[in-house]
């Protein structure tokens, strides 16, 4: 008889949290912004660490058959393609984050003088 193991996953994703513009993480929104974003981090990896240790039960298992291992195999590519999404979407935000306190400075442009341009042959 072939055993089946189902690993619950609740389906999460990490939604942009970002305080308002103009706003970083030193004020009291963006900080709470952060903080809520690493708890739902620290939330989901600790997840994702159960169910691959659920899952180890099967391939230390002498007598698994390749119907557990596949289900296996299958249940470990889908805990890291949730991983990899929810890495994803907190490196956005926290990038969003980072341009949003960066202070904004206009870049001049200074053309070249036409003078020197015709002395280099450009």
Not at 39 to 55: I, K, M, N, S, T
Not at 59 to 71: T, W
């Amino acid at each position: 008889m072939t055993e089946t193991f189902s690993v619950p996953s609740p389906i999460t994703r990490v939604a942009a949290v970002r305080p308002l513009p103009g706003e970083g993480a030193e004020s009291p929104s963006g900080a709470a912004a952060l903080a809520e974003l690493g708890c739902r981090l620290a939330r989901q990896l600790f997840d994702a660490g159960l169910r691959l240790d659920a899952l180890h039960a099967v391939y230390d298992r002498p007598d698994a058959s390749r119907e557990d291992l596949r289900a296996a195999g299958i249940a470990v590519g889908d805990i890291l393609d949730r991983l990899g999404t929810m890495l994803h979407d907190t490196g956005k935000t926290i990038l969003a984050d980072a341009i949003d306190r960066m202070p904004y400075e206009p870049v001049e442009y200074e053309p070249t003088d036409p003078v020197r341009r015709s002395r280099r042959g450009l």
